[in-house]
């Protein structure tokens, strides 16, 4: 059974950092593509950062360019997205996807940036 599960998100104050999770299981994680992808209450879903398969960054949203970092550690079947300097703007639910010749995606975990 393919899983993709995040963890991490929560509740910060603007200027923030949170670190976010996706543990991957039931497929070749190293093989697959990994984004991170997020979705406002009342918006359409938004891609935020694609990581290659080596690890390299392959895209970044503008809104995150230098605030936010994908990493994945193909060992340990994880990807993760550290968030620096979050704004309110930033508030959403956040997903991971594995996508090669097919698309996993994640339940997300929520992102909620406020003071």
């Known amino acids: 059974e393919v899983t993709l599960v995040e963890s991490g998100g929560g509740m910060v104050q603007p200027g923030g950092s949170l670190t976010l999770s996706c543990a991957a299981s039931g497929f070749t994680f190293s093989t697959y593509v990994m984004r991170w992808v997020r979705q406002a209450y009342g918006k359409g879903p938004e891609r935020v950062s694609i990581?290659?398969?080596?690890?390299?960054?392959?895209y970044y949203a503008d809104s995150v360019k230098g605030r936010f970092t994908a990493s994945r550690d193909n060992d340990k079947n994880m990807l993760y997205l550290q968030m620096n300097s979050l704004k309110p703007e930033d508030t959403a639910l956040y997903y991971c996807?594995?996508?090669?010749?097919?698309?996993?995606r994640g339940q997300g975990t929520q992102v909620t940036v406020s003071s």
């Open positions: 996807e594995a996508f090669r010749d097919t698309t996993y």
């Open positions: 990581t290659g398969i080596g690890g390299g960054s392959l």
